[in-house]
């Protein structure tokens, strides 16, 4: 009796601490991109459970101070509470973050994606839409912004409401979100040489996904790499 008592003191007492020394789950050793995902994914679940411990931060800042090596670019919104790195559970030195209201890319969010293909870092893009986005719903709204720089975001995020229902309710604005991450995801294959080569040659894999807002736990969406424009 005392020893299984032992046992489990000794279980509960190590058990965290060696959870601990296992965060951020090391990246996966082969570049394949669904195991970056799957990494991604495990991320999320501790996130979702509310367990984060980010205690190696010090350390990771010190290692990484030379130079930087992100497995994975995510292009998501600017939205204050959809934090890449702290959704996907990850520390510095993992993430590639491009943001922008919309999680769209403009010329200089592809510079930026290109940037870190180009040196070799990137194996996954993760296009991030998330729940009760502002800029889509604005975008669902008639009308015009006031500014012109608004009124070419609602303009490329309406592009992407072909065949969709543009209403309030919170079904529409979640298909929405979902059919501009997907257009996103489009635009950056085939606006830059560069993304659609490594994307076409699956050097670089690509994952659309939507954030819920109260459970956090991310949802992948069903995407395929867009033909060639001609
Ligand atoms: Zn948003």
Redesign the pocket.
């Known amino acids: 009796m005392r020893r299984s008592r032992l046992i489990l003191v000794v279980f509960f007492v190590a058990f965290p601490l060696f959870a601990q020394a296992q965060f951020p789950e090391p990246w996966p050793k082969a570049l394949v991109p669904e195991r970056f995902w799957e990494t991604l994914v495990t991320g999320n679940n501790t996130y979702v459970a509310g367990a984060l411990p980010y205690t190696g931060l010090a350390a990771q800042r010190k290692d990484s101070a030379g130079d930087q090596h992100p497995p994975v670019t995510v292009l998501s919104?600017s939205?204050s509470r959809v934090p890449p790195e702290l959704v996907f559970g990850r520390a510095i030195d993992d993430l590639f973050v491009v943001r922008a209201?919309?999680?769209v890319a403009d010329t200089f969010g592809i510079a930026s994606i290109e940037y870190a293909i180009s040196h070799r870092w990137t194996i996954l893009i993760v296009v991030l839409g998330?729940e009760r986005?502002?800029?889509?719903t604005e975008a669902l709204k008639p009308g015009q912004p006031g500014t012109r720089a608004l009124r070419a975001l609602v303009r490329r995020i309406r592009r992407s409401f072909d065949g969709i229902k543009t209403g309030k309710k919170p079904d529409d604005v979640r298909a929405a979100v979902i059919a501009n991450a997907k257009a996103s995801a489009d635009y950056i294959v085939l606006r830059s040489k560069v993304i659609g080569d490594a994307v076409r040659d699956h050097k670089v894999g690509v994952v659309v996904a939507y954030y819920p807002m109260v459970s956090g736990k991310v949802e992948r969406i069903p995407w395929e790499i867009p033909p060639p424009v001609k």
């Not at 986005?133 to 889509?136: H, I, K, N, S």
């Open positions: 919104c939205d209201a919309g999680n998330h986005c502002g800029a889509v």
